[in-house]
């Protein structure tokens, strides 16, 4: 696509339930990430993926929370058992390739839990 | 210790005051700098990328300088529409490859 694309863009959700976020990242993009932005904070990092390799997933906050991305190009960002302390803006990039090149923001997905 | 600092956090302008914003870093090997200017309610929008100390790269108002500990955002005789926070975020081995972001300049151009 031509751009970075995050569903759902907002999503109400009672505490304890799972919620699923995905990212559909530029198309021939190599690397994807997700990162979470705070109000008036900047974006921050959760993990990301080489392909279908997660490279790193030091940022995920805990284990409730996990990402995948199986064939390499769509990711799914998974919370389990979701808190209130989760309501966050989730966003997701995309570059090229993880060697120094830009990545390019969606336009996030704002979580509510209640 | 924070690896990517930004001053000040926030910034009001006149119309046409030039000022500059700061980015500065403590990662060693740096892969890339980068500007973002984000509005509110919107995803962060790719402004520039700098590699090297001395690059320095213009866009309209805008230019970024970067040395070997920081980079500097000027905005030459700003707009109203130049209204946004801008972001820095660095990408290095001590960052494990990922993209670090600072916090963010919050600039208001007053008319």
């Known amino acids: 696509g031509a751009g970075v694309s995050q569903s759902p863009r907002y999503k109400v959700t009672k505490r304890g339930q799972d919620v699923a976020l995905r990212c559909d990242p530029i198309?021939?993009?190599?690397?994807l990430y997700w990162y979470r932005q705070a109000l008036g904070q900047g974006p921050e990092f959760l993990t990301y993926?080489?392909?279908?390799?997660?490279?790193?997933k030091s940022g995920l906050p805990n284990d409730r929370f996990s990402a995948e991305r199986p064939e390499g190009s769509i990711s799914t960002l998974t919370i389990q058992r979701t808190e209130q302390r989760d309501s966050a803006m989730y966003r997701c990039?995309?570059?090229?390739?993880?060697?120094?090149?830009?990545?390019?923001f969606g336009e996030g997905s704002w979580l509510t839990v209640v | 210790e924070d690896q990517v600092t930004q001053s000040p956090e926030a910034l009001r302008l006149q119309e046409g005051e030039s000022s500059s914003l700061n980015c500065s870093y403590t990662v060693s090997g740096l892969r890339g700098l980068f500007w973002y200017r984000q509005d509110p309610g919107k995803g962060p929008e790719f402004l520039f990328t700098?590699?090297?100390a001395g690059e320095e790269k213009e866009k309209e108002r805008l230019k970024a300088t970067l040395t070997k500990k920081e980079s500097f955002l000027h905005i030459t005789a700003p707009k109203p529409e130049d209204s946004a926070t801008y972001l820095c975020a660095v990408q290095a081995p001590d960052t494990g490859n990922q993209f670090y972001f600072g916090t963010g300049t919050s600039l208001t151009v007053i008319p």
């Open positions: 198309s021939g993009h190599v690397s």
């Open positions: 990039a995309s570059s090229l390739d993880g060697s120094g090149n830009t990545i390019y």
């Open positions: 700098l590699y090297s």
């Open positions: 993926f080489n392909y279908e390799a997660q490279q790193d």
